[in-house]
């Protein structure tokens, strides 16, 4: 071979040598690390609307994934709202929502927010001892609101998520 084939070949070499470390170190690059990081993983579940409000319209739940979101219940019993007062209405409100949860799978352990709007925000404590009575520790989180007006008259609404 000659001395010019011999530095053609040798120069060749080198260039692919080079070329084919830098395609490595590109695609080591990119490559994913050595070491894995804990990264929340996304899946997409579609809504499934159960049951309904009767005669207005919502529906009584919606289930996504494993998380139950629940319309605002009041305290109605047999069609009308319990009397009693406050602590009667919050009793039957936490029931109904006891209720809802149980017909879609649930318990009230599940139970990881809650949304209590009162009429009178005077009756905030007599709400409270109601919902101690039915929730157990620890307690969902919870938002409480003074509004203006419920409806049917009601005092208490309360709303609430669920999750397994």
Same mark, same amino acid.
């Given at each position: 071979?000659?001395?010019?084939?011999?530095?053609?070949?040798?120069? $060749? /070499?080198?260039?692919?040598?080079?070329? !084919?470390?830098?395609?490595?170190?590109?695609? /080591?690059?990119?490559? +994913?690390?050595?070491?894995?990081?804990?990264?929340?993983?996304?899946?997409?579940?579609?809504?499934?609307?159960?049951?309904?409000?009767? %005669?207005?319209?919502?529906?009584? !739940?919606?289930?996504?994934?494993?998380?139950?979101?629940?319309?605002?219940?009041?305290?109605?019993?047999?069609?009308?709202?319990?009397?009693?007062?406050?602590?009667?209405? +919050?009793?039957?409100?936490? %029931?109904?929502?006891?209720?809802? $949860? $149980?017909?879609?799978?649930?318990?009230?352990? %599940?139970?990881?927010?809650?949304?209590?709007? $009162?009429?009178?925000?005077? %009756?905030?404590?007599?709400?409270?001892?109601?919902?101690? !009575? =039915?929730?157990? =520790?620890?307690?969902?989180?919870?938002?409480?609101?003074?509004? =203006?007006?419920?409806?049917?008259? !009601?005092?208490?609404?309360?709303?609430?998520?669920?999750?397994?």
């Amino acid at each position: 071979m000659s001395k010019l084939t011999h530095q053609f070949i040798s120069r $060749l /070499s080198k260039a692919f040598f080079v070329g !084919a470390c830098s395609l490595g170190l590109a695609v /080591s690059a990119n490559a +994913a690390p050595a070491t894995t990081t804990n990264t929340a993983t996304m899946t997409k579940s579609k809504p499934v609307f159960l049951g309904d409000g009767g %005669d207005y319209p919502f529906s009584s !739940a919606v289930r996504v994934g494993d998380t139950l979101y629940m319309s605002g219940q009041i305290g109605f019993k047999d069609g009308k709202l319990v009397e009693g007062g406050i602590k009667a209405e +919050a009793a039957q409100t936490l %029931d109904n929502i006891n209720d809802v $949860l $149980l017909q879609y799978g649930y318990q009230k352990s %599940d139970i990881i927010k809650c949304m209590a709007m $009162l009429t009178d925000m005077n %009756d905030f404590n007599a709400f409270n001892e109601v919902y101690k !009575a =039915k929730l157990a =520790k620890p307690y969902p989180v919870r938002s409480a609101f003074g509004v =203006k007006d419920l409806a049917a008259g !009601a005092s208490v609404e309360v709303e609430c998520m669920a999750a397994k």
